[in-house]
């Protein structure tokens, strides 16, 4: 990878501060702590570190503007993100990736893209960072403990109660799902017989 990872964090400091600076830092190293104590290489431990630093840098961004930046990428938008564009703030931080840093490799931009929705084919890159921002030790709420706690016993039994536990999420709140997540959920299921 030509960038380095300062550079990537000088990068996504130019883009975020304050509370979601710190909960991006705490991703970061929880994510890099899941992927070296699930014995994956120094390559893909690598792209899960920069994956972590970029997965919100666009988060501040106006949904206005995502809306527009998803668009003039061609990117594939679902009803649902059009109506609530904030949805699109990592596809967006995969693209400017691109443009600003030259990131182009597709495990990375991947992980970033689907981080909040979730897709059917996802690699252990994208299913490690997906855990961590769900469960990284600043997220109080009782799911992300228990996330945690199955995390230390078993990664993918981890990532299947971290989908579910945000399609509950969603239908306790009455909030649309977008059928990906849905199809990534039934891919789960499937695995498992
Ligand atoms: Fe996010
Ligand atoms: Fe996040």
Redesign the pocket.
């Given at each position: 990878m030509e960038v380095t990872e300062e550079q990537v964090l000088e990068y996504v400091r130019s883009q975020i501060d304050g509370e979601l600076l710190e909960h991006t830092l705490r991703v970061l190293e929880y994510s890099s702590e899941l992927a070296k104590r699930n014995g994956q290489d120094q390559v893909a431990c690598e792209r899960v570190r920069i994956a972590a630093l970029l997965?919100?840098s666009a988060?501040n961004i106006p949904p206005a503007k995502l809306l527009e930046i998803s668009l003039k990428h061609d990117h594939p938008i679902d009803p649902v993100e059009r109506d609530h564009p904030g949805l699109l703030?990592?596809a967006v931080a995969a693209f400017l990736a691109r443009e600003e840093l030259g990131i182009d490799d597709p495990s990375i931009l991947r992980a970033v893209s689907f981080?909040?929705t979730g897709e059917e084919e996802m690699d252990v890159v994208a299913r490690l960072l997906y855990i961590a921002?769900f469960a990284e030790p600043g997220r109080d709420h009782p799911t992300a403990s228990t996330a945690r706690e199955i995390a230390d016993r078993n990664i993918d039994e981890a990532f299947r109660y971290v989908v579910g536990e945000r399609l509950h999420y969603l239908i306790d709140s009455g909030k649309a799902i977008i059928p990906r997540t849905l199809h990534l959920w039934n891919t789960l299921t499937a695995d498992s017989g």
């Amino acid at each position: 990878m030509e960038v380095t990872e300062e550079q990537v964090l000088e990068y996504v400091r130019s883009q975020i501060d304050g509370e979601l600076l710190e909960h991006t830092l705490r991703v970061l190293e929880y994510s890099s702590e899941l992927a070296k104590r699930n014995g994956q290489d120094q390559v893909a431990c690598e792209r899960v570190r920069i994956a972590a630093l970029l997965h919100d840098s666009a988060k501040n961004i106006p949904p206005a503007k995502l809306l527009e930046i998803s668009l003039k990428h061609d990117h594939p938008i679902d009803p649902v993100e059009r109506d609530h564009p904030g949805l699109l703030h990592g596809a967006v931080a995969a693209f400017l990736a691109r443009e600003e840093l030259g990131i182009d490799d597709p495990s990375i931009l991947r992980a970033v893209s689907f981080h909040t929705t979730g897709e059917e084919e996802m690699d252990v890159v994208a299913r490690l960072l997906y855990i961590a921002d769900f469960a990284e030790p600043g997220r109080d709420h009782p799911t992300a403990s228990t996330a945690r706690e199955i995390a230390d016993r078993n990664i993918d039994e981890a990532f299947r109660y971290v989908v579910g536990e945000r399609l509950h999420y969603l239908i306790d709140s009455g909030k649309a799902i977008i059928p990906r997540t849905l199809h990534l959920w039934n891919t789960l299921t499937a695995d498992s017989g």
